[in-house]
């Protein structure tokens, strides 16, 4: 699997899947929502994020992706996740400053036609 983004969706991370698991697709989600996972339980719904447990032995960030038939769980290093978010994420946008970079017209357009 891939993270990326892209500043001109500065709300957002995307995670696709390669391999034998790109049937999975690519998963769209709050990077604030990841960076939350970080510190605490974050989400609700399709997208889950659980911070390393060491009082039960979990040194990996737990990410959880369900939609209508499956669930999967996602361990990851946050060390390396959390530099991620820093140096390709909030280097390129700040956080506080996406609406600033949204193209606002755009989006209205988009979302009446």
Do not use: K
Not at 73 to 90: K, N
């Amino acid at each position: 699997m891939r993270f990326g983004y892209r500043s001109d969706d500065p709300l957002a991370v995307a995670l696709t899947f390669l391999g034998p698991a790109a049937d999975a697709g690519v998963w769209r989600f709050s990077r604030d929502l990841l960076w939350e996972g970080l510190q605490r339980p974050s989400g609700s719904g399709d997208v889950r994020v659980w911070p390393p447990c060491t009082c039960h032995g979990r040194t990996a960030l737990r990410v959880m992706l369900r939609n209508r038939e499956d669930v999967v769980l996602l361990d990851l290093p946050p060390r390396q996740l959390r530099r991620w978010l820093r140096r390709e994420t909030f280097a390129l946008v700040p956080p506080g400053t996406e609406a600033g970079t949204i193209d606002w017209d755009t989006e209205l357009e988009r979302l009446a036609g």
